[in-house]
C-alpha cells in the first residue's frame, strides 16, 4: 500500500506564495510519474502539475505555468510544489497523486487527502 501525505497549504493574500509537499511512503511505491490536482469549491477536480520520475521533466496546466513549480527527491520519495503569485482563483483543495504519466486523474493510483489553498483578494 502506498500513502501520499500533503503538507504545506494554508491562507495567503493574492500575490504571495505557499510551497506544498507531498511525501510518498509504502514498502512496493514505484511510480512513473507523480502529479498535483486541485479542486476548487463546486468546480471538478483538474490537473496542475505533474513530474516524470525518471528524468525530472514537468508539465503545467496553463492556468500554473510561469507561476508554479514542481520538482521532487527521489530519494525522499517527495515532490515540491512552489506556487508563485497566488491568484484567488488558485483557492481549493490541492492533491497529490501518483502514477502514470498523464494529466487525466484516472492515470493515478494513489491520492493524498488534499491540502487547502486559499488565496484572499
Known amino acids: 500500500q502506498v500513502q501520499l501525505v500533503e503538507s504545506g497549504g494554508g491562507l495567503v493574500q493574492a500575490g504571495g506564495s505557499l510551497r506544498l509537499s507531498c511525501a510518498a511512503s509504502g514498502r512496493t511505491f514505484f511510480s512513473s510519474s507523480m502529479a498535483w490536482f486541485r479542486q476548487a469549491p463546486g468546480k471538478e477536480r483538474e490537473f496542475a502539475a505533474r513530474?516524470?520520475?525518471?528524468?525530472?521533466?514537468?508539465d503545467y496546466a496553463d492556468s500554473v505555468k510561469g507561476r508554479f513549480t514542481l520538482s521532487g527527491d527521489k530519494a525522499k520519495k517527495t515532490v515540491y510544489l512552489q506556487m508563485n503569485n497566488l491568484k484567488p482563483e488558485d483557492t481549493g483543495v490541492y492533491y497529490c497523486a501518483a502514477g502514470s504519466l498523464g494529466r487525466d486523474e484516472n492515470f493515478y493510483d494513489y491520492w493524498g487527502q488534499g491540502t487547502q489553498v486559499t488565496v484572499s483578494s
Open positions: 513530474i516524470r520520475w525518471t528524468d525530472g521533466w514537468t
